[in-house]
């Protein structure tokens, strides 16, 4: 899960994942990063931490880090948060940028519709709240996929490695 500083959308969409795919049964590593490290070491957002709680997902302690062309080695599936965002991953990648494991994070959703999260750094409260519900109905997808995909096949894979 990657977005600008990796303390607002990022921080809350790992969290949610994680969350979702250990109540599934999935042994899913789920992290996130920022494309700039303006943040780097520092906890969530304050309002991101809280809706979380809110929400029963305690990311508190997790830690911004910056996107390293490496991610790309070692997590099977990186999701953007939006499309400048993908942008930054392409240019900090530059050869180790591979299409195949990368996408943005609402095309889960809406299949080739290319949509942002919205960042809601510069907003109140409310806007942290929707990125919660939009960023939720993402993960949920993905985990109904990845259990449908389970079912039908017998298989799913149950370790995986997500940014």
């Given at each position: 899960m990657v977005?600008?500083?990796n303390?607002?959308?990022?921080?809350l969409?790992?969290?949610?994942?994680?969350?979702?795919?250990f109540k599934?049964?999935?042994?899913?590593?789920?992290e996130?990063?920022?494309?700039?490290s303006?943040h780097?070491?520092?906890?969530?957002h304050?309002?991101?931490?809280?809706?979380?709680?809110?929400?029963g997902?305690?990311?508190?302690?997790q830690r911004?880090?910056r996107f390293?062309a490496a991610?790309?080695?070692?997590?099977d599936?990186?999701?953007?948060l939006a499309?400048?965002?993908m942008?930054e991953?392409r240019r900090?990648?530059k050869?180790k940028f591979?299409?195949s494991?990368v996408?943005?994070l609402m095309?889960?959703?809406y299949?080739?519709?290319?949509?942002d999260?919205?960042d809601?750094?510069?907003?109140e409260e409310?806007g942290?709240?929707?990125?919660?519900?939009m960023i939720?109905?993402v993960?949920?997808?993905?985990?109904?996929?990845a259990?449908?995909?389970?079912?039908s096949?017998?298989?799913?894979e149950?370790?995986?490695n997500l940014?």
């Amino acid at each position: 899960m990657v977005c600008l500083g990796n303390i607002c959308r990022s921080p809350l969409a790992e969290g949610i994942l994680q969350e979702r795919a250990f109540k599934a049964g999935l042994n899913w590593s789920v992290e996130s990063a920022g494309t700039n490290s303006y943040h780097t070491g520092d906890p969530p957002h304050h309002l991101s931490q809280k809706v979380a709680r809110l929400n029963g997902i305690d990311i508190c302690s997790q830690r911004a880090r910056r996107f390293v062309a490496a991610d790309f080695d070692n997590y099977d599936k990186i999701y953007a948060l939006a499309g400048d965002v993908m942008d930054e991953i392409r240019r900090i990648a530059k050869n180790k940028f591979d299409a195949s494991k990368v996408d943005l994070l609402m095309n889960e959703l809406y299949p080739g519709r290319d949509m942002d999260v919205p960042d809601p750094w510069y907003g109140e409260e409310p806007g942290y709240h929707d990125v919660y519900k939009m960023i939720d109905r993402v993960c949920e997808k993905i985990i109904e996929n990845a259990t449908a995909n389970r079912a039908s096949t017998g298989n799913v894979e149950a370790t995986q490695n997500l940014k």
